[in-house]
Nanobody, 116 residues
């Protein structure tokens, strides 16, 4: 059974850093594109960053230069390194696995709160 489990969220002060992890099981991880999305209270879920099976990356303009997505296929894990965090980054962060022609898989989310 396919499962995505996020971890690494928490409370951090503005300007601080966090690293999120998403561990996958039940899929051939290396052939999936992976992504991080976030949803703030009262807002729609939005794309943060994606990484393809060939390690091409894409970022939302709001996080470019501050966030880095990476993957470790040996560990079936995708990461999101978040630096210079701002209060506007506060949201629940979700991991997604996608493959053309197949249904997407989502994790349960991890809360990130940026506040002094």
């Amino acid at each position: 059974q396919m499962q995505l489990v996020e971890s690494g969220g928490g409370l951090v002060q503005p300007g601080g850093s966090l690293r999120l992890s998403c561990a996958a099981s039940g899929i051939i991880f290396s052939i999936y594109a992976m992504g991080w999305y976030r949803q703030a209270p009262g807002k729609q879920r939005e794309l943060v960053a994606t990484i393809t099976s060939t390690n091409s990356t894409n970022y939302a303009d709001s996080v470019k230069g501050r966030f880095t997505i990476s993957r470790d296929n040996a560990k079936n894990t995708v990461y999101l390194q978040m630096n210079s965090l701002k209060p506007d980054d506060t949201a629940v962060y979700y991991c997604k696995a996608g493959r053309l022609g197949f249904s997407d898989y989502w994790g349960q989310g991890t809360q990130v709160t940026v506040s002094s």
